[in-house]
C-alpha cells in the first residue's frame, strides 16, 4: 500500500526502494524540462530539455545521468545523479522550472513533497502545490527553495561524500501518490 502524504511528512531517511510502481501514474505525468537557478544573479546552474539535444559547448560539469541499475531497469529510469560544482552549496536560495504534461484525466490537487537527506539523516524537506492540471495539457512549476546554510565542516563532509546526499520526491493527486523518484547528488571541489 503507498504512504500516505501524512508518512511521507515522517520520513527522517532515504526509502529503501519505490513506494509504488510506474503503472501508479494512471495521469500520463511527463516531465519535459527542468532548470535550477541560483536566485541570487539569476545563473543557470543546471538545465536539461528531453525534447531538444545539447548544444555544442554547453558547461558539462553539472552533468545529470542515470545511474546503472542491474536488478531493477525501472530504478535507472526514476533515479537521477547530479553533479554540481561545489560552489552550488553556497547558494541561499535556488529556483527550479519543471515543464510538463498530464494525460486525458484532470490532476486535481497535484503536489509534491521533496526530502533531502546527507547520509541517511533528514537535512531539509520540501512541499509544493501545484493545484490543478486540464487534461491534455502543458504545464510549468516553478518553486523557489530557501537551501539550509553549512558549515564549512559540514560543506567539506558533503564535498567528501559524493552520492551521499539523496532525496526522494514524492508527487501525489488528490492525496493518492501516483509517483516516486530518487536523486544523488555530487558536488565537485
Known amino acids: 500500500m503507498a504512504p500516505t502524504v501524512e508518512e511521507v ?3 527522517s531517511k532515504p526509502t529503501e526502494g519505490f513506494c509504488v510502481p510506474l503503472s501508479a501514474n494512471v495521469y500520463n505525468i511527463v516531465f519535459h524540462s527542468f532548470k535550477i537557478r541560483d536566485m541570487e544573479n539569476n545563473k543557470c546552474l543546471f538545465e536539461v530539455d528531453g525534447d531538444k539535444e545539447p548544444e555544442a559547448g554547453e558547461n558539462q560539469s553539472q552533468v545529470a ?3 546503472s541499475v542491474d536488478d531493477d531497469p525501472e530504478a535507472a529510469v526514476r533515479t537521477i545523479r547530479y ?4 560552489d552550488f552549496l553556497k547558494c541561499k536560495t535556488i529556483g ?3 515543464v ?4 486525458e484525466k484532470p490532476v486535481p490537487n497535484f503536489r509534491m513533497i521533496e526530502r533531502h537527506y546527507f547520509k541517511e539523516k533528514l537535512i531539509k524537506s520540501f512541499d509544493f502545490a501545484f493545484g490543478f492540471c486540464i487534461p491534455n495539457s502543458t504545464n510549468s512549476w516553478e518553486a523557489i527553495y530557501d537551501l539550509p546554510e553549512l558549515t564549512k565542516e559540514e560543506e567539506a563532509e558533503i564535498i567528501a561524500n559524493p552520492f551521499a546526499t539523496k532525496s526522494d520526491s514524492f508527487y501525489f493527486v488528490d492525496g493518492e501518490l ?3 523518484n ?4 555530487g558536488y565537485n571541489a
Request: hydrophobic share 40%; no cysteine.
Open 9 to 11: 511528512l515522517t520520513y
Open 65 to 67: 545521468t542515470h545511474p
Open 83 to 86: 553533479n554540481f560544482a561545489s
Open 96 to 98: 527550479t522550472k519543471l
Open 100 to 103: 510538463f504534461s498530464v494525460g
Open 178 to 180: 501516483v509517483m516516486h
Open 182 to 185: 530518487k536523486a544523488e547528488y
